[in-house]
């Protein structure tokens, strides 16, 4: 890392982007998602790139969403999906919602995906109701929320589905000791949880910021 302008700039990280051409679809989200106003807080594209691999590797058909934004993830899971594929977001806004929409069907997957909008644990708690389950799952919402949400995404899990979650070193905050905010404490029960849980087999990717990629175990 290197101080640029005032911001960490990984020379590594912007060596690899440079070996991909521009992605015409997803600049067009990231576009449409900053000119509604939404926080320019999207995946990175390598990992954006590692989402659409990971479902396709695995077969996914059912896949869970936690945190839709503008829809730059949902396009990169959808792009992994099988034909017949179905993608469930959850988004606590409703024009995040509508804007993600309109950003999936330009990318071509409107069909493909059902948006849920209201506090997420509430749609989890809904869906397990429901008894749905997934085989694929992507978290990239409230920090505070992810214990909750590994949690519910294990319960909601097919044996062998897979679940990923970004942001999980919080631009250094998570090793910094001074740091003692909910958010950081979330996180850092999060990863511990990821790590350690009996149920899961899981690494760390530190890349960016931080991705947590698990495995749900067999029983």
């Known amino acids: 890392m ?24 997803l600049e067009r989200v990231k576009e449409g998602t900053a000119a509604s106003g939404m926080p320019s807080i999207w995946i990175a594209e390598g990992y954006g790139r590692l989402l659409s691999m990971l479902v396709r590797m695995t ?19 959808a792009r992994g999906m099988e034909e017949g594929g179905r993608l469930v977001s959850l988004e606590l ?14 990318a071509g997957f409107g069909q493909a995906v059902e948006y849920r909008v209201g506090d997420a644990r509430q749609s989890l708690e809904r869906l397990k109701e429901e008894g749905a389950t997934f085989q694929f799952f992507f978290i990239d919402a409230d920090k505070e929320g992810y ?29 910094d000791e001074a740091r003692q905010g909910p958010a950081v404490q979330a996180v850092r029960s999060f990863n511990k949880s990821i790590a350690n849980d009996p149920r899961l087999e ?18």
Do not use: W
Request: charged fraction near 25%; glycine fraction near 14%.
């Open 59 to 77: 077969g996914a058909r059912r896949v869970l969403e936690i945190g839709a934004l503008g829809g730059y993830s949902g396009v990169c899971l």
């Open 202 to 219: 899981s690494t760390v990717l530190p890349g960016y910021d931080g991705l947590a990629i698990a495995i749900v175990r067999k029983k």
């Open 93 to 106: 806004h409703q024009s995040y919602a509508d804007a993600a929409k309109k950003h999936m069907e330009e």
């Open 2 to 25: 290197k101080q640029d302008g005032g911001e960490r700039v990984n020379l590594d990280e912007q060596y690899v982007e440079g070996l991909y051409g521009r992605d015409g679809i």
């Open 147 to 175: 214990p909750f949400y590994l949690e519910r995404a294990i319960e909601l899990a097919e044996p062998g589905a897979v679940i990923v979650a970004d942001n999980i070193l919080l631009r250094g905050r998570t090793i």
